[in-house]
C-alpha cells in the first residue's frame, strides 16, 4: 500500500504520464468535462436577468433626491418628465424657504421592466418656525422612453402632510405675555 502512495507522488515522465492517460481514458476526457463545465457556466451566466436598468434608476433616483434636499433645482428638473417637471418645481417651491430637509432616503425600489420603475423615499424635513422633525413617505413613478429615466409622477403615501406644497393650515397656540400684568399705584 505504501509503495503505491509512493509512486502516485513522483512526478510522471512524460512518456508515463502519456501511457496512463492512453490506459485510463482520463485525459481526453477530463478535459473536455472542463470546457463543457465553462461553457455551461457561461451559457448560464449569459441567460440570468440584467440588472442594469435598477441599478440605472437607482443612480438617478438617488441623484434627483439628493441635488433637491440640497437645494439644487436645477439638477433635480434635468431628471424629470417634460410632462412633470412644471409641477415637481411647483411642488418643492418652499423647500427652503418655509421648510427645510433634513434627510433623504431610498427605501424600496421595484422596477418590473426595463422601462418602468417605483421608488418609495423617505423624507426627513423641519418647518423653518418649528423644531419638530416630520417624516414623510414619497411614491416616485419612473419611466425610461429610451433616453434615460425620468421622474413622471409622485404622491404622498403616509406621512405629514406639507412637504410636497399640500395647502396645509398651521394652528399654533396664542401667543400670551409671560410678563406678570403691571398695576400702577397711584
Request: net charge positive; hydrophobic share 40%; aromatic share 4%.
Amino acid at each position: 500500500m505504501n509503495s503505491r502512495i509512493a509512486r502516485r507522488t513522483r512526478p510522471l515522465s512524460l512518456a508515463n504520464r502519456e501511457r496512463l492517460c492512453a490506459r485510463q481514458g482520463l485525459c481526453y476526457r477530463n478535459g473536455m468535462r472542463r470546457i463543457l463545465v465553462w461553457l455551461v457556466v457561461g451559457t448560464l451566466g449569459a441567460c440570468m436577468p440584467s440588472q442594469v436598468p435598477a441599478r440605472e434608476v437607482s443612480d438617478v433616483a438617488r441623484d434627483l433626491n439628493i441635488a433637491t434636499r440640497f437645494g439644487r433645482m436645477d439638477v433635480a428638473a434635468e431628471h424629470t418628465a417634460d410632462a412633470h417637471r412644471q409641477r415637481f418645481l411647483d411642488s418643492r417651491a418652499g423647500w427652503g424657504t418655509e421648510l427645510r430637509v433634513v434627510d433623504v432616503e431610498l427605501s424600496r425600489m421595484q422596477v418590473p421592466d426595463a422601462e418602468t420603475a417605483e421608488v418609495i423615499v423617505d423624507v426627513s424635513w423641519v418647518r423653518m418656525d418649528e423644531g419638530l422633525l416630520r417624516s414623510t413617505q414619497i411614491r416616485q413613478n419612473w419611466e425610461n422612453p429610451g433616453g434615460g429615466w425620468r421622474l413622471s409622477a409622485e404622491r404622498r403615501i403616509s406621512g405629514d402632510v406639507g412637504l410636497l406644497g399640500e395647502n396645509v393650515v398651521v394652528l399654533r397656540p396664542e401667543t400670551r405675555d409671560a410678563r406678570f400684568p403691571t398695576k400702577i399705584i397711584r
